[in-house]
Nanobody
Framework: QVQLVESGGGLVQAGGSLRLTCTAP????????RGWFRQAPGKERELVAA????????YYADSVKGRFTISRDNAKNTVYLQMNSLKLEDTAVYYC???????????????????WGQGTQVTVSS
């Protein structure tokens, strides 16, 4: 069973920054789509950012464009989410996701991912 591991969440003031990290011990995802999703209390899980297997194509929720950046380091089998200018509404549990097979182009929907992490809490305070 592949388990993705997120880290980097925490409490930050509005306007601050955090960097989330997702590792995948035991399995390489160098040619798989990767994504970050989030879920706030009482809301549906939503896409935050995703990138396809090549890393050349990225997708962002409108609410985070210009503030968040997704990136990957295949040598470290790691995906990052750099979050800047954080807002109160960014408060949520953030989940890392990975696709089980390579070269897929559909990466922005949660149902296109087979592997998920446990989530890391991000809380933005005023």
């Amino acid at each position: 069973q592949v388990q993705l591991v997120e880290s980097g969440g925490g409490l930050v003031q509005a306007g601050g920054s955090l960097r989330l990290t997702c590792t995948a011990p035991g399995r390489a995802f160098s040619r798989s789509g990767r994504g970050w999703f989030r879920q706030a209390p009482g809301k549906e899980r939503e896409l935050v950012a995703a990138l396809d297997w090549s890393g050349d194509n990225t997708y962002y929720a409108d609410s985070v464009k210009g503030r968040f950046t997704i990136s990957r380091d295949n040598a470290k089998n790691t995906v990052y989410l750099q979050m800047n200018s954080l807002k109160l509404e960014d408060t949520a549990v953030y989940y890392c996701a990975a696709q089980s097979s390579s070269f897929r182009t559909r990466v922005s929907a949660a149902d296109s991912y087979e592997y998920w992490g446990q989530g890391t809490q991000v809380t933005v305070s005023s």
